[in-house]
Protein backbone atom coordinates (compact mmCIF):
# COMPACT_ATOMS: atom_id res chain seq x y z
CA UNK A 1 0.00 0.00 0.00
CA UNK A 2 3.21 2.42 0.49
CA UNK A 3 4.04 1.55 -2.78
CA UNK A 4 0.58 3.01 -4.25
CA UNK A 5 1.31 5.90 -2.13
CA UNK A 6 4.68 6.76 -2.79
CA UNK A 7 3.79 6.23 -6.58
CA UNK A 8 0.79 8.46 -6.44
CA UNK A 9 2.48 11.05 -4.33
CA UNK A 10 5.73 11.59 -4.92
CA UNK A 11 7.67 14.88 -3.63
CA UNK A 12 7.93 15.39 -7.79
CA UNK A 13 4.27 15.59 -8.39
CA UNK A 14 2.71 19.36 -7.95
CA UNK A 15 -0.45 17.17 -6.28
CA UNK A 16 1.62 15.72 -3.35
CA UNK A 17 2.57 19.80 -2.33
CA UNK A 18 -0.92 20.38 -2.63
CA UNK A 19 -1.92 17.59 -0.56
CA UNK A 20 0.62 18.28 1.91
CA UNK A 21 -0.55 22.16 1.74
CA UNK A 22 -3.67 21.13 2.66
CA UNK A 23 -2.74 18.51 5.38
CA UNK A 24 -0.59 21.75 7.08
CA UNK A 25 -3.72 24.06 6.79
CA UNK A 26 -6.47 21.75 8.10
CA UNK A 27 -3.87 20.93 11.05
CA UNK A 28 -3.02 24.81 11.45
CA UNK A 29 -7.00 25.33 11.34
CA UNK A 30 -7.23 22.39 14.32
CA UNK A 31 -4.35 24.17 16.63
CA UNK A 32 -5.94 27.57 15.99
CA UNK A 33 -8.91 25.77 17.37
CA UNK A 34 -10.58 27.76 14.65
CA UNK A 35 -13.56 25.21 14.27
CA UNK A 36 -14.42 25.55 18.23
CA UNK A 37 -14.12 29.36 17.26
CA UNK A 38 -16.65 29.26 14.16
CA UNK A 39 -18.75 26.60 16.36
CA UNK A 40 -19.18 29.30 19.11
CA UNK A 41 -19.67 32.12 16.82
CA UNK A 42 -22.25 29.71 15.35
CA UNK A 43 -23.70 29.29 18.57
CA UNK A 44 -23.75 33.03 19.21
CA UNK A 45 -25.38 33.85 16.09
CA UNK A 46 -28.01 31.16 17.09
CA UNK A 47 -28.55 32.53 20.45
CA UNK A 48 -28.69 36.29 19.51
CA UNK A 49 -31.50 35.20 16.75
CA UNK A 50 -33.50 32.83 19.45
CA UNK A 51 -33.11 35.46 21.41
CA UNK A 52 -34.29 38.05 18.72
CA UNK A 53 -37.40 35.74 17.97
CA UNK A 54 -38.38 36.03 22.04
CA UNK A 55 -38.06 39.19 21.90
CA UNK A 56 -40.42 39.24 19.00
CA UNK A 57 -42.72 36.72 20.82
CA UNK A 58 -42.63 38.71 23.69
CA UNK A 59 -42.90 41.91 21.75
CA UNK A 60 -45.80 40.10 19.35
CA UNK A 61 -47.92 39.06 22.63
CA UNK A 62 -47.40 42.68 24.32
CA UNK A 63 -48.88 43.50 21.39
CA UNK A 64 -51.41 41.13 21.49
CA UNK A 65 -52.51 42.43 25.16
CA UNK A 66 -52.46 45.96 24.46
CA UNK A 67 -54.88 45.34 20.81
CA UNK A 68 -57.74 43.61 23.47
CA UNK A 69 -57.04 46.27 26.17
CA UNK A 70 -57.40 49.26 23.30
CA UNK A 71 -60.50 46.78 21.93
CA UNK A 72 -61.66 46.70 25.12
CA UNK A 73 -61.92 50.43 25.86
CA UNK A 74 -62.77 50.68 22.90
CA UNK A 75 -66.52 48.95 23.22
CA UNK A 76 -66.26 50.50 27.14
CA UNK A 77 -65.77 54.10 25.60
CA UNK A 78 -68.83 53.18 22.67
CA UNK A 79 -70.95 51.55 25.57
CA UNK A 80 -70.67 54.83 27.64
CA UNK A 81 -71.11 56.55 24.31
CA UNK A 82 -74.39 54.80 24.29
CA UNK A 83 -75.81 55.39 27.29
CA UNK A 84 -74.75 59.03 27.05
CA UNK A 85 -77.08 59.37 24.17
CA UNK A 86 -79.63 57.28 25.62
CA UNK A 87 -79.82 59.94 28.99
CA UNK A 88 -79.40 62.66 26.59
CA UNK A 89 -82.61 61.55 24.86
CA UNK A 90 -84.65 60.96 27.43
CA UNK A 91 -83.47 64.54 29.30
CA UNK A 92 -84.51 65.89 26.01
CA UNK A 93 -87.76 63.59 26.26
CA UNK A 94 -88.40 65.00 29.80
CA UNK A 95 -87.95 68.33 28.92
CA UNK A 96 -89.71 68.76 26.04
CA UNK A 97 -92.81 67.46 28.19
CA UNK A 98 -91.40 69.61 30.86
CA UNK A 99 -91.74 72.57 28.43
CA UNK A 100 -94.99 71.59 27.06
CA UNK A 101 -96.85 71.19 30.33
CA UNK A 102 -95.73 74.57 31.34
CA UNK A 103 -97.28 76.33 28.43
CA UNK A 104 -100.57 74.13 29.00
CA UNK A 105 -100.19 75.71 32.16
CA UNK A 106 -99.24 79.62 30.85
CA UNK A 107 -102.07 79.13 28.55
CA UNK A 108 -104.78 78.04 30.87
CA UNK A 109 -103.27 80.71 33.47
CA UNK A 110 -103.62 83.52 30.49
CA UNK A 111 -107.44 82.16 29.48
CA UNK A 112 -108.51 82.09 32.80
CA UNK A 113 -107.63 85.64 33.61
CA UNK A 114 -108.66 86.60 30.30
CA UNK A 115 -112.09 85.46 31.12
CA UNK A 116 -112.02 86.70 34.65
CA UNK A 117 -110.81 89.85 33.09
CA UNK A 118 -113.85 90.22 30.61
CA UNK A 119 -116.20 88.98 33.18
CA UNK A 120 -115.23 91.56 35.42
CA UNK A 121 -115.40 94.02 32.54
CA UNK A 122 -118.78 92.69 31.78
CA UNK A 123 -120.03 92.84 35.26
CA UNK A 124 -118.88 96.51 35.34
CA UNK A 125 -120.07 97.50 32.12
CA UNK A 126 -123.81 95.72 33.33
CA UNK A 127 -123.31 97.78 36.68
CA UNK A 128 -122.56 100.57 35.16
CA UNK A 129 -125.74 100.40 32.20
CA UNK A 130 -128.25 99.83 35.64
CA UNK A 131 -126.50 102.93 37.25
CA UNK A 132 -126.72 104.79 34.15
CA UNK A 133 -130.51 103.88 33.90
CA UNK A 134 -131.20 104.01 37.25
CA UNK A 135 -130.30 107.29 37.08
CA UNK A 136 -132.24 108.43 33.71
CA UNK A 137 -135.34 106.29 36.13
CA UNK A 138 -134.70 108.72 39.01
CA UNK A 139 -134.83 111.72 37.15
CA UNK A 140 -137.52 110.60 34.92
CA UNK A 141 -139.72 109.46 38.32
CA UNK A 142 -138.43 112.97 39.88
CA UNK A 143 -139.53 114.98 36.70
CA UNK A 144 -142.68 112.93 36.97
CA UNK A 145 -143.12 113.59 40.81
CA UNK A 146 -143.05 117.18 40.69
CA UNK A 147 -145.18 117.99 37.81
CA UNK A 148 -148.01 115.21 38.65
CA UNK A 149 -147.80 114.43 42.44
CA UNK A 150 -149.04 116.69 45.31
CA UNK A 151 -147.12 117.56 48.29
CA UNK A 152 -149.05 114.64 50.56
CA UNK A 153 -148.95 111.79 48.42
CA UNK A 154 -145.18 112.92 48.06
CA UNK A 155 -144.92 112.69 51.52
CA UNK A 156 -146.01 108.82 51.99
CA UNK A 157 -144.24 108.14 48.58
CA UNK A 158 -140.79 109.66 50.54
CA UNK A 159 -141.65 107.42 53.75
CA UNK A 160 -142.95 104.15 51.97
CA UNK A 161 -138.98 104.75 49.70
CA UNK A 162 -137.34 105.30 53.15
CA UNK A 163 -138.68 102.23 54.45
CA UNK A 164 -138.22 100.01 52.09
CA UNK A 165 -134.21 101.05 51.60
CA UNK A 166 -134.06 100.49 55.24
CA UNK A 167 -135.35 96.71 54.49
CA UNK A 168 -133.41 96.15 51.90
CA UNK A 169 -130.39 97.60 53.61
CA UNK A 170 -130.49 95.54 56.69
Request: hydrophobic letters at 40%; glycine letters at 2%.
Amino acid sequence: MIDWFTTTYSPSDPTFWVLISLLIFIGVLLWAKVPGLAGSKLDERSAKIAKELEDARRMREEAQELLSTYQRRQREAEGEAETLIAQAKAEADRLREETRQNLEERLTRRTRLAEEKIARAEAQAEAEVRAAAADVAVKAAETLIREKLDDQTRAKLFGESLTELERRLQ
